[in-house]
Nanobody, 121 residues
C-alpha cells in the first residue's frame, strides 16, 4: 500500500509561483512513475505532468514552459514548481503514482488527497 500526501497549495496572484510537494510512504519510490493531475470545478481530472523513474518528464501543453516536475528519490518526494500562474490554473492538484508510466491514473494506481491551488487577484 502506498500513501501520498500533497502540500504547498494556496492562494496566489496571477503571475505568481507555488511549489507543490507530494511525499510517498512507498518503499519502492525510486523505481516508480509519478504524476501530477488537476481538476477544476465541473471539469474532468487532467494530466499536468509526469516523471519516470529515470527522470524523463512530460507536460500538458497548457503548462509547458511554466511548470517543472522533479523528484527526490532519497526523500521519496515529487515536486511541481509552478511559475507564471494564471487564473485558469485554479484547481485541486492531485499526486498519482504507479509502477509504470502507462499505469498512471489507471485503476489500481494511488492518489493523494489533493491540494487546492487558487490563482486570483
Amino acid at each position: 500500500q502506498v500513501q501520498l500526501v500533497e502540500s504547498g497549495g494556496g492562494l496566489v496572484q496571477p503571475g505568481g509561483s507555488l511549489r507543490l510537494s507530494c511525499a510517498s510512504s512507498g518503499s519502492i519510490f525510486s523505481i516508480i512513475a509519478m504524476g501530477w493531475y488537476r481538476q477544476a470545478p465541473g471539469k474532468q481530472r487532467d494530466l499536468v505532468a509526469t516523471i519516470t523513474s529515470g527522470g524523463t518528464t512530460n507536460y500538458a501543453d497548457s503548462v509547458k514552459g511554466r511548470f517543472t516536475i522533479s523528484r527526490d528519490n532519497a526523500k521519496k518526494t515529487v515536486y511541481l514548481q509552478m511559475n507564471s500562474l494564471k487564473p485558469e490554473d485554479t484547481a485541486i492538484y492531485y499526486c498519482n503514482t504507479a509502477r509504470s508510466l502507462a499505469l498512471l491514473s489507471k485503476q489500481g494506481s494511488y492518489w493523494g488527497q489533493g491540494t487546492q491551488v487558487t490563482v486570483s487577484s
